[in-house]
C-alpha cells in the first residue's frame, strides 16, 4: 500500500519539467531564428526572383496573346527610333553639305594669276577659313564644258570670259550665320574681287528644314512612348482581370499591394525589353536593306555617304527605355486597378 504513493510521487517528478531562468545562449538562438538582415535580403532576392521568372513563364504560357503585344509594341518603338535615326543621318548629311555652303569670291578681269594665287595664300592664312581653292580661267571653262552641255557652243567662243574663282569654305558654315555675313563683307573689301557671294537664303532654308524635322519627330515619338504607355497598361489590366480571384485570395491573407504588384511590374519590364529587342532588330534589318540603293545613289552625285546604325551605347539606350516604358505603363494601371479589387 505505501509503495505505490512513492512510484507516483518519482513518476511526477520524472514527467515534470523544470524551470530555470533564460541565459543569454538561450537567447541568442531565438533571435537568429526570428532572421537576421542577411537572412532577410535572401528572403527578398528569392522572392523578387521567383517574380521575374514567373512572369516569364506565364508569358511563354501564353504565346498568341505575348506575340501579338509585343508585336505592335515593336512596330510602334521602332517606328520612334527609326525616325530617331532618320534624322541623325539627315543632320550627317547636312554635315557632308557643307562644302556647297562657301562662299565664292569672282576675281576681277584684270586681276592676274600670279595676284590671284598671292590673295589665296592670303585668304588661307585667314583663322576664319577653313579650305580655299583657287579655279583658273581654262579650269573653269572646262569645268563648264563638262557640266553644262554646251560644250560646243563654248568652243566656238573666241576668248574665255570666265573670271577666277576662289571657292572659301568657311568654320561652322552651317551654324554661325553671323561670322559668314562678317567674313563675306570682309572679302568684298578686297581690291581684286569683283563679287563674293554666298547663298545665304539657301542656308536659311536648310536650317529651317532641319529644325522643323527636329521638331516633328520630338512630337511623333512623344505620342509613340504614348501609344507604347497605354498598349502595356491595356495589356497588365487583362492580365490582372484574368487573376483577379488570385489577387483578392492574396488580400484576404493579408498580402501588401506591392507584393501582388511585383510580379505583374516584371511582366511589364519583360513585354518592354522584349519589345525593345525586337525594335532594333527591325531598325537595323531596315537601315540594311536601304544602305545599298543610298549609297548608291550618293555615288551617282559624286558623295560618300554612309548610313549610320544604332551605336551600342544606343542600342542599350533603346532597350532600356523600352523597359521603362514597360514598368511605368504596369504600375500606372495597377495603382488605379488594385484600389478598386477588393474582396466582396
Known amino acids: 500500500m505505501n509503495k505505490k504513493p512513492s512510484n507516483r510521487r518519482q513518476t511526477r517528478e520524472v514527467d515534470a519539467p523544470k524551470y530555470h531562468k533564460p541565459t543569454k545562449a538561450d537567447v541568442r538562438p531565438n533571435r537568429a531564428a526570428g532572421g537576421g538582415f542577411a537572412d532577410k535580403l535572401n528572403a527578398y532576392r ?16 501564353e504565346p498568341f496573346s505575348s506575340l501579338m503585344t509585343i508585336a505592335v509594341l515593336a512596330i510602334t518603338i521602332s517606328l520612334a527610333s527609326g525616325f530617331y535615326l532618320l534624322l541623325v543621318n539627315c543632320q550627317q548629311l547636312t554635315n557632308h553639305l557643307e562644302a556647297s555652303t562657301q562662299i ?134 487583362l492580365e490582372l482581370h484574368s487573376r483577379r480571384e488570385e489577387v483578392i485570395i492574396a488580400k484576404l491573407v493579408g498580402a501588401t499591394h506591392a507584393f501582388i504588384r511585383r510580379p505583374f511590374l516584371y511582366t511589364g519590364a519583360w513585354i518592354g525589353f522584349i519589345s525593345g529587342v525586337a525594335a532594333w532588330f527591325i531598325v537595323t534589318v531596315m537601315m540594311l536593306v536601304l544602305r545599298v540603293p543610298v549609297e548608291s545613289l550618293s555615288k551617282l552625285y559624286g558623295g560618300n555617304f554612309h548610313l549610320l546604325f544604332f551605336s551600342f551605347a544606343q542600342t542599350l539606350q533603346l532597350i532600356a527605355i523600352a523597359t521603362t516604358l514597360g514598368v511605368i505603363g504596369a504600375w500606372a494601371v495597377l495603382m488605379y486597378q488594385l484600389q478598386r479589387t477588393k474582396p466582396e
Open 46 to 61: 528569392d522572392l523578387h526572383a521567383h517574380a521575374l521568372f514567373s512572369s516569364l513563364g506565364r508569358l511563354v504560357a
Open 104 to 237: 565664292s569670291l569672282f576675281l576681277k578681269e584684270e586681276v592676274s594669276d600670279i595676284r590671284a594665287a598671292k590673295l589665296l595664300e592670303t585668304i588661307k592664312n585667314n583663322p576664319k577659313v577653313q579650305q580655299a581653292t583657287l579655279i583658273s580661267k581654262d579650269r573653269g571653262l572646262e569645268e563648264f564644258k563638262t557640266y553644262s552641255g554646251f560644250g560646243a557652243a563654248v568652243s566656238s567662243l573666241k576668248s574665255n570670259p570666265l573670271p577666277i574663282v576662289i571657292e572659301v569654305l568657311p568654320k561652322n558654315s552651317l551654324t554661325n550665320k553671323d561670322e559668314l555675313e562678317i567674313l563675306q563683307h570682309e572679302f568684298q573689301q578686297n581690291e581684286g574681287v569683283e563679287l563674293a557671294q554666298l547663298d545665304m537664303q539657301w542656308l536659311e532654308r536648310l536650317q529651317s528644314i532641319m529644325a522643323l524635322a527636329g521638331c516633328a519627330t520630338a512630337l511623333l515619338n512623344t505620342m509613340l512612348i504614348a501609344a507604347v504607355l497605354f498598349i502595356t497598361a491595356n495589356t497588365i489590366r
